[in-house]
């Protein structure tokens, strides 16, 4: 079982997300604290799989703690769960090494997307010593959720195509490359690519060929 500690100060968000934890197989409850001296406690004396952690604390910023995990190279992982939508709070998550971040108030299903993606990946790095690009590129992707939960398009995922337009439409620029998107997003450039050759097959974007006085030609594409 993967253990898990929830960091909330909120009593009654604290006790849905326990819940929500429940209902998905193959997790277990370690602790549920509400400061952030609770939680280094915790993470020292035994070291959980997986934080399920609020930013938002009084007098604390969850982003500390995640800060510290990594200073003190535990191998534990952090999704965030929080009503911060700033994009320099969500850069700054991933860059730290998040592995996924939920916004206040979210679905279950998002929920359970997010820890069966942690899941699969978990087991996965467990069984192997080795992997192949393809079977890495849907475990980064989102992609390998199953999909009879999210029956989208086949081989794509609603909630990333949402993450990948939105960032697309807030952009004072039309005019955008995989790599820039992959970068914020903190998703990988190869699964940028694949939702930016679909909304180019809706008309929603072009793709450009830029040609450069040294070496290959740079793909952009342009906002219709």
Known sequence: MIQVIIAEDD???REINSRFLE???GFVLYKAVSNLNEAKKLISINKPDLILLDVYLPKENGIDLLKWIRAQEIDTDIILITADKSIKRIEEAFRYGVVDYLIKPFSFKRFKEALIQFKNRYYEFERNYEIEQKDLDKMISSA???QEEDDFVKGLNKYTYGAIWGEIEKSRCKDFTAENLAEKLG??????????????KEHKVERLVE???VGRPQHKYHKI
Do not use: W
Request: proline content about 4%.
């Open 144 to 146: 390998n959720i199953s």
């Open 11 to 13: 009593p009654m968000v």
């Open 187 to 200: 998703i990988a450039r190869v699964t940028v690519r694949r939702y930016l050759e679909y909304m180019g």
């Open 23 to 25: 209902r998905v197989e």
């Open 211 to 213: 040609y450069g006085k």
